[in-house]
């Protein structure tokens, strides 16, 4: 004799006494855009270690607040064009994520101090697994947020961080990962 029971969803369910199987998380890799040259690297192995792990990415954009002339319509349009110039350049980014994965990614836009922002995000996002980070290369060091978290910062983070040289070609970055 056979059971042939269904669940409303009309799935089989789990044998008696046996726990039904966990689904597996998905690993979020956080990457954090910026005008540097080193996000292109960043960006790419963290596209290729999700894409190979079954992870997921997510872009987060901070607009830093910039000084203000104190003239309210001066300053909320120049609101206006530093949103919108952050939404394409993310959007462009989501695009490029999406043919190196084959998964859109989760897209974060804040307005405010970058590093809190990351801190803020990362604490209230229990979904973000790893952060990923490109290290500059110039005389001016690895960036000002590597160098944070790196350092007095590395205390205030529930994830790990990668920090991939910003020099990495493709080839040493497919070798990799």
């Given amino acids: 004799m056979t059971d042939d029971s269904q669940t409303p969803n009309g799935q089989t369910p789990a044998p008696t006494g046996e726990p039904a199987p966990a689904a597996k998380p998905v690993r979020i890799f956080l990457v ?12 790419r192995y963290a596209c290729l270690r999700a894409k190979r792990s079954g992870g997921r990415l997510a872009l987060l954009y901070v607009i830093e607040p910039q000084e203000m002339t104190g003239f309210m319509a001066v300053e909320n349009l120049m609101r206006e064009e530093m949103r919108a110039e ?6 462009k980014l989501a695009r490029e994520v999406t043919q190196l994965t084959g998964a859109i990614p989760a897209l974060f836009l804040r307005e405010g101090n970058r590093r809190d922002e990351l801190l803020s995000l990362i604490d209230s996002d229990p979904s973000i697994s790893i952060l990923v980070l490109g290290a500059g290369t ?3 060091g690895p960036g000002p947020l590597v160098s944070f978290l790196t350092g007095r910062g590395l205390s205030r983070l529930r994830i790990p961080v990668t920090i991939v040289p910003g020099a990495m070609s493709d080839e040493q970055l497919e070798a990799i990962t």
């Avoid at 954090?32 to 960006?43: H, N, Q, R, W």
């Fill in 86 to 91: 952050a939404e394409q350049k993310v959007q």
């Fill in 138 to 140: 110039g005389n001016e």
């Fill in 32 to 43: 954090v855009v910026d005008g540097s040259p080193e996000l292109k690297v960043a960006l």
